[in-house]
């Protein structure tokens, strides 16, 4: 997954906006503009970084000359006290741009490293974590792509990639049939359904729909396998609501394809990194 430049150079300049304003009071009326200083990213946890490129672009924006030393690229492990990137320039540009890229890098890293542990998790399994679209209003291409830098899968981008029946949805169709028969009637051919559903009657009746994928939703590890037998391989089966890393092992070994965890996105903790500049 590449990100596209010029979202995350929107991103950015409102970023930038937002927190210098017309100017930026200590720095510019503390260091002359002249000054030339170097900065250092470092690491204050064990983790995957994610967003070098994106923190670094920060810079770069405030003075294309500034210079930009990677020692960590996204997806890279990295350990307590180890230095993620350098920086040349001039010393009022670092000071800017510090606390943006920081709070872009951390976010970053917070759902790349978090993604990581619940992949390793799973390993050996035939399951696969997978992201929601629980996320932040303008920051989804930046979240979704640091759960890939984790390890982790994305689940669909938004609302157009697929059709995706929840409770509401069925209930204001009138049933599981009946909406994914007259879904079926109005999408093409490259769009996939999938169903919502919350026991094992539900499952049979989406399975006779011929939904393509079946959500199996805040159900036991126990149930989950008795989904897996049911299904026998006729539909995609995604595991969601109320996992934790405790549950997630169990849930992965009753034989589902996919784990789909909010948590990654929504109420991830950002990974600390410090940046010192002299």
């Known amino acids: 997954m590449i990100l596209n430049k010029f979202y995350v150079d929107n991103l950015i300049k409102s970023a930038l906006m937002e927190d210098i304003n017309y100017c930026d009071v200590t720095t510019d009326y503390l260091i002359p503009a002249a000054q030339n200083g170097e900065g250092r990213l470092m690491a204050k946890a064990d983790g995957i970084v994610c967003g070098t490129e994106v923190a670094a672009r920060v810079f770069t924006m405030l003075d294309e000359t500034t210079q930009i030393e990677f020692l960590k690229r996204d997806g890279d492990a990295v350990k307590y006290g180890e230095d993620i990137m350098k920086l040349k320039g001039k010393t009022a540009v670092l000071l800017k741009g510090e606390r943006t890229a920081l709070n872009l890098i951390q976010h970053m890293s917070g759902i790349a490293t978090a993604s990581n542990r619940y992949a390793k998790i799973v390993e050996g399994t035939g399951a696969s974590i997978a992201d929601t679209r629980k996320t932040l209003p303008g920051l989804r291409p930046l979240q979704k792509y640091a759960v890939m830098c984790g390890g982790a899968k994305n689940h669909r981008y938004n609302l157009s990639d697929a059709a995706m029946l929840k409770d509401n ?55 989950m396998k008795e989904a897996v037998a049911i299904t026998a391989g006729k539909a995609v089966l995604e595991a969601s609501g109320g996992i934790t890393d405790e549950t997630l092992r169990a849930v992965a070994e009753s034989g589902v394809d996919i784990i789909s965890v909010g948590a990654l996105t929504h109420s991830v903790k950002a990974f600390d990194i410090s940046m010192y500049v002299r």
């Open 169 to 223: 949805h069925i209930d204001a169709a009138g049933g599981i049939t009946a909406a994914i028969t007259k879904l079926r009637s109005k999408i093409g051919h490259m769009t996939k359904i999938e169903v919502e559903t919350r026991n094992l009657e539900e499952l049979k009746e989406a399975l006779a729909a011929k939904a393509d994928v079946i959500m199996l939703d805040n159900m036991s590890p126990e149930m």
